[in-house]
């Protein structure tokens, strides 16, 4: 007589009476036994077609089609097994930064997409960086002294992140390195008229959209008691060239609006004639 089912001490070690698997459940190429012995051949055939997502290690991915989503998390890439064709979604999240893209997968085969969510400040767009400022998640992102490549036209600069969530959700930038001179006062126009009649139209549109005016950064900003965090030590506001403060020289109760303070070229501070030619740092602050 065939022993069916074996139980030992409660235990059930061997049971026959039971489907062990289902054919769709099963690999193709193997075989099980139904509660009647008969054979089950196995119909399974996991996906050939692979989408394969470079992005940054951490990001959330997500793959959707449909009611179909399948999600992940990098660790530089990841790699999803695709169960149907189509036009599939692709998105990477890390915090409020997000990047997407389109994939139409026809057949069975490698895809591979590359989303760059801008992790590193470099690689962010300004409308990226807006959001994370507008969030207030933009100090578990980024840190002081990050940099971000821009062009005015004539000079490629670098912004520099010098503040972040200074009284309320916000960035705050100057300019790692001058690049040009300017007198305070042509005898025609201010460097503050200048700068924003003038200079801040040479700037992206893609960056003129995410802030407003330029300013000149003031005395108190760099050393004063609410100084911004990247001018708390001397090599963080040490540029390596004199560059204009927008604070002028006070002499007693009276402002003496024909000398103006600047940085020196060391990260102390002196005072110079407004007709004098200094280099140019501004500050703009996303918020």
């Given amino acids: 007589m065939a022993v069916n089912k074996v139980i030992y001490a409660g235990n059930t070690l061997i049971d026959l009476t039971q489907d062990t698997v289902s054919a769709d459940k099963l690999l193709s190429g193997y075989t099980a036994h ?22 940054e290690s951490g990001n ?20 999803f097994d695709i169960p149907y064709s189509g036009v599939w979604s692709v998105t990477a999240t890390f915090g409020v930064l ?4 389109s994939v ?22 300004w409308a990226a960086i807006k959001s994370a400022a507008q969030s207030g998640s933009a100090a578990s992102i980024w840190s002081i ?7 005015d036209g004539s000079y490629s600069l670098e912004a520099e992140i010098v503040d972040i969530n200074r009284g309320g959700n916000n960035i705050w930038f100057d300019i790692k390195l001058p690049k040009f001179q300017r007198e305070m006062w042509d ?5 503050f008229d200048w700068l924003n ?60 609006t024909s000398y103006y ?27």
């Fill in 261 to 287: 303070y600047y940085c020196t070229s060391d990260g102390s501070s002196s005072t110079a004639n407004i007709f004098s030619s200094l280099y140019i740092n501004y500050k703009f602050v996303i918020s």
């Fill in 34 to 55: 139904d509660s009647a012995g008969v054979l089950i051949y196995g119909s399974y055939s996991p996906s050939s077609t692979r989408l394969i997502v470079i992005t």
């Fill in 187 to 191: 005898g025609e126009v201010t460097l």
């Fill in 60 to 79: 959330q991915v997500t793959a959707k089609n449909g009611s179909t989503t399948l999600t992940g998390v990098s660790q530089g890439a990841y790699s």
């Fill in 98 to 101: 997000t990047s997407s893209a």
């Fill in 145 to 151: 002294g990050d940099t971000k490549s821009f062009s």
């Fill in 104 to 125: 139409t997968i026809s057949s069975d085969s490698q895809y591979v997409v590359e989303l760059n969510v801008g992790i590193e400040l470099e690689n962010a767009s």
């Fill in 197 to 256: 009649r003038t200079y801040y139209y040479t700037l992206p549109k893609e960056l003129r959209t995410v802030t407003g005016q330029l300013q000149l950064i003031e005395y108190g900003d760099i050393f004063g008691s609410t100084r911004f965090q990247l001018f708390e030590t001397t090599a963080g506001r040490t540029k390596g060239v004199s560059w204009w403060l927008g604070t002028s020289r006070v002499s007693g109760p009276t402002p003496e």
